[in-house]
């Protein structure tokens, strides 16, 4: 065993000096082959400059553009001004808008009689058990009986095809209530409501005839004093 361990002893250290020699060959190698720049008068620049200064005429220089405005100082709120621009377009006078706002007191509250006209069908009248304010969505809820059997018809208030809205009579109470809904049982269903609007319609036509005449009967005392300084 002893006669086998010095035989290998030796081969184990020819490798590192072998190693050795063949890095020492390499840099040999790379000195002989690298290029020594001639010194005319000046030094010559360093490498990593050199390499430095035509990236840096390669590079093309990118234009900075200022941020935008910012749009919260133009519109801090830009729902609310698109909902009063809506409204302002499909209600210019504003009476619609009056109406149901919540800060004017002959607004239209919830048990009031309404009578709705629309362009693509016949009005509509029925008691008013629900009003939705959202800007221009805002809807109210009005039931009636046709035939005898309870309807309830949702209008939006600023649509096209609503023409007008009018108020046949007040609740006599204010409700304590925001939804009537407790109105579709028979206990307190009111009924049809046809009654009261005729008779609205009826007092509607008087007052509109009255002032017919008394505009036809000035007309012919006028008629009257010309002829007489004739």
């Not at 006669?3 to 072998?18: D, E, F, G, M, Q």
């Not at 049982?185 to 409501?193: F, L, N, Q, R």
Request: a positive charge; aromatic letters at 4%; one cysteine or more.
């Amino acid at each position: 065993m002893a006669s086998n361990l010095c035989a290998i002893r030796p081969l184990a250290r020819l490798k590192p000096l072998i190693r050795h020699q063949r890095c020492i060959k390499l840099r040999q190698r790379a000195y002989a082959t690298q290029q020594t720049i001639p010194n005319q008068g000046q030094p010559p620049p360093p490498p990593q400059a050199a390499t430095l200064e035509k990236a840096h005429h390669s590079m093309r220089r990118i234009t900075l553009k200022p941020p935008p405005p910012a749009m919260y100082n133009k519109c801090p709120s830009p729902v609310e001004t698109f909902e009063a621009s809506q409204i302002a377009a499909l209600d210019p006078i504003g009476s619609r808008t009056k109406l149901f706002s919540r800060s004017n007191p002959d607004a239209v509250k919830v048990g009031d009689i309404l009578l709705v006209r629309t362009r693509s069908g016949d009005p509509f009248a029925g008691v008013c058990i629900n009003i939705r304010r959202q800007g221009v969505d805002t809807a109210i809820l009005l039931r009636g009986q046709l035939t005898r059997v309870g309807v309830e018809m949702w209008y939006k208030i600023y649509s096209p095809n609503v023409e007008g809205i009018e108020v046949v009579q007040r609740r006599a109470k204010r409700a304590r209530r925001a939804r009537l809904y407790y109105m579709r049982k028979p206990k307190h269903d009111i009924g049809s409501v046809e009654n009261i609007v005729r008779q609205y319609q009826r007092q509607k036509a008087a007052l509109g005839s009255s002032d017919v005449k008394g505009r036809d009967a000035n007309a012919h005392k006028k008629k009257n004093n010309k002829r007489g300084r004739n």
